[in-house]
């Protein structure tokens, strides 16, 4: 199967300018890219969609370039919203272009072989340009019209308007392909579905300019079966970077994939090959239960995001949360991550401890003190996976691993932290 069918088979073509004359221009390496916007300060999971299909391109001998928007970052992309954004100052968004340069690196090569990555930064050409320059050698190829037309700015129009700023969005990515045309020879430029006008504007562009052709393939934007957006939860966004969301928060929103969607996000983010992700699909299908596509998931894109040592410690800390594993085996981070998406309570360091009974009722698991008696008389309260056999029992220093953290836990699945400050 070539990277084409392989990718329609993954369900991650949504457009294409001309796919059999692609088909054609694939089989020799060709340059292509994509741009990330710096419009927060990492990455998050659905920009690892495109972003590792930029990977696939390049583990198929292709040149990779990712661009990191440092100009566009400035403007906001108008796609998808139906508000202006909030425009953060240079020094944010130049920060912010370090962080995602730092990021996209790790998913890329960088030093073997002839078809090494690339990292971009359009502010570099941008930058030079005078408004006249601008307005003369490359406003002067766009239609209005044709601009109100995009998808992504008669939304916006009907829904209210939009500045000029965001109108010449498409200017600007247009004249990123152009540049990554003259500079790397770059004939294909991969996007989200929102992106397709965008892409197509750059063709043009190149085209009017140059004389030069060149392809544009987009990617579906990812959805979830219950229609809820995927990458986000309760908590806000799944980010990319560490601080941000946690390496066990990061595996556990994989492990916790709906039965309906496991099988698609495989294809989607796992490089496993046709024959692995079938055989996980009919262990799926013969016992849902066991959650071995769950696991195969959360372990791979973990790993692939924060290394693999770091995902073998988060399901070792995954199972110790549940009593089947050693929590004081745990280094801090590990159990800080682990514990910090758990109802919590703080205890400032001097001040007396409160009884696992107290504890527990204000964390609010259950209800009230009575119903955390109650738990206790009926064999079903732990503390850091010991069974608590009396009412009163309080919690001493010693108690806490790591000299922070405590576990309580209401029958097998019912977790609260205590944090000792």
Known sequence: MNLLEDLRWRGLISQSTDESALQEALKKPITLYIGFDPTAASLHVGNLVVLLVLRRFQLAGHNPIALVGGATGLVGDPSGRNEERTLNSNDTVAEWVSNIR???SSFLDFDKGPNKAQVVNNLDWTSPLSAIEFLRDIGKHFSVNQMLAKD???SRLESGGISYTEFSYQVLQSLDFLELYRRYQCTLQLGGSDQWGNI???????????????????????????????GKTASGSIWLEASMTSPYAFFQYWLNTDDKDVIKFLKVFSFKSHQEISEL????????????AHRALARELTSLVHSSEIAERVEEAARAL?????LGSLDEATLAGALSELPRITIKSGESIPTWVDLLAATGVVDSKSAARRIVKEGGAYLNNAKVESEDF???????????????????????AVELL
């Open 281 to 292: 699909e009919k262990a799926h299908d013969a016992n849902p239960g066991m959650r071995e």
């Open 322 to 326: 549940f009593g089947q594993g050693d």
């Open 394 to 416: 309080a919690l001493q220093k010693s108690d806490f691993l790591c000299g922070k953290y405590a576990l309580l836990r209401k029958g097998k699945r019912d977790l609260a």
């Open 102 to 104: 730092e990021q996209v």
């Open 152 to 154: 992504s700015v008669s």
């Open 200 to 230: 197509v504007a750059g063709l043009d562009l190149i085209r009017r300019v140059e004389g030069g052709s060149g392809h544009a393939l987009t990617i579906p934007l990812l959805t979830k079966s219950d229609g809820s957006k995927f």
